[in-house]
Nanobody
């Protein structure tokens, strides 16, 4: 599967953005999809993930309650709605796929993901 992230941009603190990860290639519904982010000088941080069916979602502690992940297995997309953004959310956001057909699990470690998109920049000004 190939992944293409989009939707990043510049937003003021308190604002919202919606990121989208579009997939092509192999059967999209065989993959759990997650978003990670990487700020300058920092390691990848798990943001949110969704299982193959959409039934299971997980969120990183810093975004829980503000971000919502969803997927559409007909359109082959996973969206990340980001609300109440603050400058600490500034980072490159990457979507990643983990081959997990039928599994309800969502892994939070980057080593569990074998395919990565190119990333989209999110900048939140104070």
């Amino acid at each position: 599967v190939q992944l293409q992230a989009s939707g990043g941009g510049l937003v003021q603190a308190g604002g919202s953005l919606r990121l989208s990860c579009a997939a092509s290639g192999r059967t999209f519904s065989n993959y759990a999809i997650s978003w990670f982010r990487q700020a300058p000088g920092k390691e990848h941080e798990f943001v949110a993930g969704v299982s193959w069916s959409g039934a299971t979602t997980r969120y990183g502690p810093s975004v829980r309650g503000r971000f919502t992940i969803s997927r559409d297995n007909v359109k082959n997309t996973v969206d990340l709605q980001m609300n109440s953004l603050n400058p600490d959310d500034t980072a490159v956001y990457l979507c990643a796929a983990s081959y997990r057909p039928g599994s309800p699990l969502v892994q939070v470690i980057e080593g569990a993901y074998d395919t990565w998109g190119q990333g989209t920049q999110v900048t939140v000004s104070s």
